[in-house]
């Protein structure tokens, strides 16, 4: 999944107006690294900013971002935890601790900061994503499954819908065994990213779901050609059991090898 990997990775919003600050300046080089994945100088210039303007929210929540990116998720409440304090309110300073406590598995706090996130700003796709999958967690797949929804109707509506969230519905769709409603997801998601790995992936599980072995391997040995997030060894994983499936032992023995391969240090 792409999600999260697409939320550190993009211009930051515009959590307040950037008025006369002889700190935002500083703000715009380290968003403009912050794109570029050049994330030491992102934070040199964030941190020369914040001693100009240490209250300044867009500065703090993009730091956030950046310690995010490097696994520094102590940093990265910090900052919120100070951009919070200097403007309650901020939506997006309100979701990205959503997206924290998500990514820390402290779901009962993901909760109530992503259903405020959603008051604050009720357009943003963003939150109702992520407070899906904190249901999801939860396993409460009815409200998980409305919430997917509720994220592609705003991405709809703004004209930026992502296969990636089609494919976060499809995967539960697929769990609960809703294989009609699954396929008519992973067909959008194909329709908008034909090249995507994920998409093939998650054709190939149905189709072997579905009992068409030989289709899932036909889609998965497409899958391993794609970029994607998905890995290389669920890929092949799943080739293994279908053309075990199919009686291609070879080639299942080939895939089975592979996988061993990339297992030794």
Same mark, same amino acid.
């Given at each position: 999944?792409r999600?999260?990997?697409?939320?550190?990775f993009?211009?930051a919003a515009?959590?307040?107006?950037?008025?006369?600050?002889?700190?935002?300046?500083l703000?715009?080089?380290?968003?403009?690294?912050?794109v570029a994945k050049?994330?030491p100088?992102?934070?040199?210039?964030?941190?020369?900013?914040?001693?100009l303007?240490?209250r300044?929210?867009?500065?703090l929540?993009?730091?956030?971002?950046?310690a995010m990116?490097?696994?520094?998720?102590?940093l990265?409440?910090?900052?919120?935890n100070?951009?919070?304090?200097?403007e309650?309110d901020?939506?997006?300073?309100?979701?990205?601790?959503?997206?924290?406590?998500?990514?820390?598995n402290?779901?009962q706090?993901?909760?109530?900061?992503?259903?405020r996130?959603?008051?604050l700003?009720?357009?943003d796709?963003?939150?109702a994503?992520y407070?899906?999958?904190?249901? !999801?967690?939860?396993?409460r797949?009815?409200?998980a499954?409305?919430?997917?929804?509720?994220?592609?109707r705003?991405?709809e509506?703004?004209?930026?819908?992502?296969?990636?969230?089609l494919?976060?519905?499809a995967?539960l769709l697929?769990l609960l065994?809703?294989l !009609?409603e699954?396929?008519?997801?992973?067909?959008?998601?194909?329709?908008l990213?034909?090249?995507f790995?994920?998409?093939?992936?998650e054709?190939?599980?149905?189709?072997?779901?579905?009992?068409?072995?030989?289709?899932a391997a036909r889609?998965?040995?497409?899958?391993?050609?794609l970029?994607?997030?998905?890995?290389e060894?669920?890929?092949?994983?799943?080739l293994?059991?279908?053309y075990?499936?199919t009686g291609?032992e070879?080639?299942?023995?080939?895939h089975a090898?592979?996988?061993?391969?990339?297992?030794?240090?």
């Amino acid at each position: 999944m792409r999600v999260g990997y697409l939320l550190l990775f993009t211009a930051a919003a515009l959590a307040q107006p950037p008025g006369s600050s002889p700190a935002y300046p500083l703000y715009e080089k380290a968003n403009a690294l912050f794109v570029a994945k050049k994330l030491p100088e992102c934070l040199a210039a964030l941190d020369e900013a914040l001693r100009l303007e240490p209250r300044l929210v867009l500065a703090l929540t993009l730091k956030a971002k950046v310690a995010m990116g490097v696994n520094r998720y102590d940093l990265a409440r910090e900052s919120l935890n100070q951009a919070l304090a200097a403007e309650p309110d901020s939506w997006y300073a309100r979701f990205l601790s959503g997206f924290l406590y998500h990514l820390e598995n402290e779901l009962q706090l993901a909760l109530v900061e992503l259903e405020r996130a959603r008051r604050l700003n009720p357009r943003d796709s963003r939150s109702a994503l992520y407070l899906g999958l904190t249901h !999801e967690s939860l396993g409460r797949t009815g409200q998980a499954l409305a919430l997917y929804q509720e994220a592609i109707r705003l991405e709809e509506s703004a004209g930026k819908l992502q296969a990636d969230t089609l494919l976060t519905r499809a995967r539960l769709l697929l769990l609960l065994g809703r294989l !009609e409603e699954c396929a008519k997801l992973i067909d959008r998601a194909l329709r908008l990213e034909p090249g995507f790995r994920d998409a093939h992936y998650e054709r190939a599980r149905l189709l072997l779901k579905q009992g068409d072995a030989a289709g899932a391997a036909r889609e998965g040995e497409r899958a391993l050609l794609l970029p994607g997030a998905i890995s290389e060894g669920r890929i092949r994983y799943l080739l293994v059991r279908a053309y075990q499936t199919t009686g291609q032992e070879k080639l299942a023995a080939e895939h089975a090898a592979a996988l061993r391969a990339a297992d030794k240090p």
